[in-house]
């Protein structure tokens, strides 16, 4: 079954028009058998993830690997894979790579048709409200969040009753409705001079508190935090990080700064996925350990040499939900289609704007 989906028109009085699965035409069904020209097809894409998936895997990641390859072709179609996705995704199948306003500005930029989101749900409404022209697919529409589920747009209606006049910023962890909602957008690399840009004595940061506890701690202005947390990150504690050290002599330790404070605090360094995938290659540690969701040690491990991964391995159940089979069945039948209402996604388009503006 083909459905859309909208999270952010919960009042349902928007109607999309034609379904993507109506709009575009029916492929054939590309056959999915381990042979030797799946072999022969896809030996170069292997030889990118050897380091991390042992041979014998391979043939049942393949035949996917090449018939979603040939149905992006057909499509028009490019491939978002943010760094929590899997190795036979991220690089094997993958246009492009990164976190997710990364991902949905070079969307954006591309000529492709089609935006295929190997992430969760907030970040596939983050390419459409970026991309409105273009058909966006998640490959399961129950790929969730917690830190985007934490909080609604009615939500940040009451806060500004609670806190009149105090601005608010919203981490792009949110969902279309609360970006709407919001003064501004923020990322865990630019959240600072976000906060520091409003000239209030006062802001309100939603929806991850250990995001909003480390501004309080960098910066004069109050910070008012919303109570939200990650469910993979908040599982790391002080304790475990200090035992890897123990164990591991030398080992750098790099956190996410969605982990509670005092894991960061400890931690050798501390940034966005994509600051801590830039530590890694520039610094090239001998020994490392990324306090973050297991697939991204894996997907910089594949690549790099001359460094030893340290794994505390916390996955992200939601990001786990996007699969080759599952991006398979998405170009294939142009599900699942995600739909944002056109005035809300202009609301929630003006508050990421507002934060790229800040620079
Ligand atoms: S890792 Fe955390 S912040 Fe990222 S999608 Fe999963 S629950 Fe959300």
Same mark, same amino acid.
């Given at each position: 079954?083909?459905?859309?989906?909208?999270?952010?028109?919960?009042?349902?009085?928007?109607?999309?028009?034609?379904?993507?699965?109506?709009?575009?035409?029916?492929?054939?069904?590309?056959?999915?058998?381990?042979?030797?020209?799946?072999?022969?097809?896809?030996?170069?894409?292997?030889?990118?993830?050897?380091?991390?998936?042992?041979?014998?895997?391979?043939?049942? %990641?393949?035949?996917?690997?090449?018939?979603?390859?040939?149905?992006?072709?057909?499509?028009?179609?490019?491939?978002?894979? %943010?760094?929590?996705?899997?190795?036979?995704?991220?690089?094997?199948?993958?246009?492009?790579?990164?976190?997710?306003?990364?991902?949905?500005?070079?969307?954006?930029?591309?000529?492709?048709?089609?935006?295929?989101?190997?992430?969760?749900?907030?970040?596939?409404?983050?390419?459409?409200?970026?991309?409105?022209?273009?058909?966006?697919?998640?490959?399961?529409?129950?790929?969730?969040?917690?830190?985007?589920?934490? #909080?609604?747009?009615?939500?940040?209606?009451?806060?500004?009753?609670?806190?009149?006049?105090? /601005?608010?910023?919203?981490?792009?962890?949110?969902?279309?409705?609360?970006?709407?909602?919001?003064?501004?957008?923020?990322?865990?690399?630019?959240?600072?001079?976000?906060?520091?840009?409003?000239?209030?004595?006062?802001?309100?940061?939603?929806?991850?508190?250990?995001?909003?506890?480390?501004?309080?701690?960098?910066?004069?202005?109050?910070?008012?935090?919303?109570?939200?947390?990650?469910?993979? %990150?908040?599982?790391?504690?002080?304790?475990? #990080?200090?035992?890897?050290?123990?164990? %591991?002599?030398?080992?750098?330790?790099?956190?996410? /700064?969605?982990?509670?404070?005092?894991?960061?605090?400890?931690?050798?360094?501390?940034?966005?996925?994509?600051?801590?995938?830039?530590?890694?290659?520039?610094?090239?540690?001998?020994?490392?350990?990324?306090?973050?969701?297991?697939?991204?040690?894996?997907?910089?491990?594949?690549?790099?040499?001359?460094?030893?991964?340290?794994?505390?391995?916390?996955?992200?159940?939601?990001?786990?939900? #996007?699969?080759? /089979?599952?991006?398979?069945?998405?170009?294939?039948?142009?599900?699942?289609?995600?739909?944002?209402?056109?005035?809300?996604?202009?609301?929630?388009?003006?508050?990421?704007?507002?934060?790229?503006?800040?620079?």
């Amino acid at each position: 079954m083909s459905m859309s989906t909208s999270l952010s028109n919960p009042m349902g009085a928007w109607r999309a028009g034609m379904p993507a699965t109506a709009r575009f035409p029916v492929l054939p069904r590309p056959n999915l058998d381990w042979t030797p020209e799946v072999e022969a097809a896809t030996a170069h894409l292997y030889e990118r993830i050897a380091k991390v998936m042992p041979p014998v895997e391979w043939p049942f %990641h393949a035949p996917y690997v090449k018939a979603i390859n040939e149905l992006k072709r057909a499509r028009n179609a490019v491939i978002l894979a %943010h760094n929590y996705q899997t190795p036979e995704i991220y690089h094997c199948v993958a246009d492009y790579v990164g976190d997710s306003l990364q991902l949905a500005k070079l969307a954006a930029a591309s000529p492709a048709d089609v935006i295929v989101q190997g992430g969760v749900h907030f970040m596939a409404e983050t390419s459409k409200i970026l991309s409105p022209e273009k058909t966006v697919l998640i490959p399961d529409a129950e790929a969730g969040c917690s830190l985007a589920a934490s #909080i609604t747009g009615a939500d940040v209606r009451a806060l500004r009753r609670e806190y009149p006049g105090v /601005p608010i910023v919203a981490y792009v962890n949110t969902s279309a409705e609360v970006k709407a909602e919001v003064d501004i957008c923020c990322t865990s690399s630019n959240a600072l001079k976000i906060v520091e840009s409003l000239g209030s004595d006062r802001v309100i940061m939603v929806p991850d508190r250990f995001l909003a506890q480390s501004m309080a701690a960098q910066t004069k202005v109050k910070i008012i935090a919303w109570h939200g947390a990650c469910e993979v %990150h908040e599982r790391f504690t002080a304790e475990e #990080i200090q035992s890897y050290r123990a164990d %591991h002599p030398g080992v750098k330790i790099i956190a996410h /700064p969605e982990c509670p404070r005092e894991v960061v605090e400890i931690s050798d360094f501390a940034g966005s996925t994509a600051a801590m995938i830039d530590y890694v290659r520039t610094k090239r540690p001998a020994r490392v350990l990324l306090v973050t969701e297991c697939s991204m040690a894996d997907n910089v491990a594949a690549e790099t040499t001359g460094t030893e991964f340290v794994r505390p391995c916390n996955f992200c159940p939601h990001m786990k939900r #996007i699969t080759l /089979p599952r991006i398979f069945d998405s170009l294939l039948y142009m599900r699942e289609e995600v739909v944002v209402d056109p005035l809300l996604a202009e609301r929630a388009r003006a508050s990421v704007q507002r934060m790229i503006d800040v620079g």
